[in-house]
Structure formats: C-alpha cells, structure tokens
C-alpha cells in the first residue's frame, strides 16, 4: 500500500508469550468477559476459537457467537449491537491508505447502521489526524499516513490484523496478456488470453 512504513508492531515468534502478554493486560481486561460474533462458515469458527483461547491466557472469558455470514455483517455494523470482539474482513478498493484507515476508522463517520468502522473506534484525536492526512497531497500525504497507522496500531490498536493474502498464480507458457492488480491481488481475467 502506497505510504505504507515497516514498524515493529507485532513480534513474529512460534509460540507467544502469555505471560507477558498477562502482566501487559493486567487491570485492563474490564469485566474479564467479551463476547465475539463470528461467521458460521469457512474458517469464522477456527479463528474464533483462537482468539478465545488466546484471550483466556489472559483471563478473559470469551463468549462465541456464531452466524451466517450475512447475519453475521448486519449485527457488527449495526451500533449498539451486543458484541466485543467482530472478525471481519477488508480489502481495497483502490491503492489510498484512505481506504483502511479512514474507512475503517474514523468515528465521525458512525451512523445507527452500515458502519465498516466495526470496531467503533471513536477519537476525535484520530479522527482529526485522519482527517488532515487525508487533505495531504503526493509524498506528504503518505508520509502523513504511514506515520498515523504506526501510532495507530502501537497507541490506539482498534484493530487486529490477522491475514494478509499471498497469493500466487501459475500459469502455461500459452497464457499471455497477463495483467495483475497487487493491491486487490488479482489478475484481470478478462484481458488474459491465449499466445
């Protein structure tokens, strides 16, 4: 993604460190219950059991509701709705770290129902942050992003990122007129064709 800033956000280790993690979450773990709405198909319960498990190491009780999937959208974008913790999915519509940040995270844009900003996140610091990085042009406007999701994901983290496709495409030396989208991460079916 155009602005995007490598940081040191998330330790990349094989088995993580809950007792860390425990003393880190130590007196902000509210009631020590959350409940997680997750899809019914594919993979929605797996990871939901994941995030249960990982949560209990630091003693919260996480409560798994599972839906269809299209339920399960109408209840997460729905505020006011009984939920903690949502899993969900996004991807861009177009190479702008508008497209993840403010989408996804400016709470002045919060209505009763239709929200993509599913965590609720709602700062009127971020969301002036969000609001001037967006005014921005050229390299000053990606310079501004890159900044804002680092200090995002280290002070505020509304969000969890949990996957971020690889995706690889083989084909025949006959295929040609090979055209690929890396930010949607897709090639242009309609354009391939044969040498």
Same mark, same amino acid.
């Given at each position: 993604?155009?602005?995007? +800033?490598?940081?040191?956000l998330y330790p990349t280790v094989k088995q993580p460190?809950?007792?860390?993690? +425990? #003393?880190?979450?130590?007196?902000? @773990?509210?009631?020590? #219950?959350?409940?997680?709405?997750?899809?019914?198909?594919s993979y929605g319960p797996l990871w939901a059991q994941?995030? =249960?498990?990982?949560?209990? =190491?630091?003693?919260?009780?996480?409560?798994?509701?599972?839906?269809?999937?299209?339920? =399960?959208?109408? +209840?997460?974008?729905?505020?006011?709705?009984?939920?903690?913790?949502?899993?969900?999915?996004?991807?861009?519509?177009? *190479?702008?770290?508008?497209?993840?940040?403010?989408?996804?995270?400016?709470?002045?844009k919060l209505q009763a129902a239709n929200n993509v900003?599913?965590?609720?996140?709602?700062?009127?610091?971020?969301? #002036?942050?969000?609001?001037? *990085?967006?005014?921005?042009?050229?390299?000053?406007?990606? *310079?501004?992003?890159?900044?804002? $999701?680092? $200090?995002?994901? +280290?002070?505020?983290?509304?969000?969890?990122?949990?996957?971020?496709?690889?995706?690889?495409?083989? @084909?025949?030396?006959?295929?040609?007129?090979?055209?690929? =989208?890396?930010?949607?991460?897709?090639?242009?079916? *309609?354009?391939?064709?044969? #040498?």
């Amino acid at each position: 993604m155009p602005g995007f +800033k490598q940081a040191d956000l998330y330790p990349t280790v094989k088995q993580p460190n809950f007792a860390l993690a +425990k #003393k880190l979450a130590n007196g902000h @773990t509210g009631s020590g #219950k959350a409940t997680l709405y997750t899809f019914s198909s594919s993979y929605g319960p797996l990871w939901a059991q994941i995030v =249960q498990f990982d949560l209990k =190491q630091l003693g919260v009780d996480v409560s798994i509701e599972s839906f269809p999937r299209g339920v =399960q959208i109408g +209840k997460i974008e729905t505020k006011g709705e009984n939920f903690d913790i949502g899993i969900n999915g996004w991807g861009a519509d177009y *190479a702008d770290p508008y497209d993840f940040i403010n989408v996804l995270l400016d709470g002045s844009k919060l209505q009763a129902a239709n929200n993509v900003n599913i965590s609720y996140f709602n700062s009127p610091a971020y969301n #002036k942050k969000m609001q001037s *990085a967006a005014s921005l042009t050229g390299p000053k406007r990606l *310079a501004a992003y890159g900044n804002l $999701d680092i $200090d995002l994901m +280290k002070k505020a983290a509304p969000l969890a990122p949990i996957l971020n496709g690889n995706n690889r495409y083989f @084909t025949s030396a006959r295929v040609g007129c090979w055209t690929f =989208q890396p930010v949607l991460a897709v090639p242009n079916l *309609a354009g391939i064709c044969l #040498k």
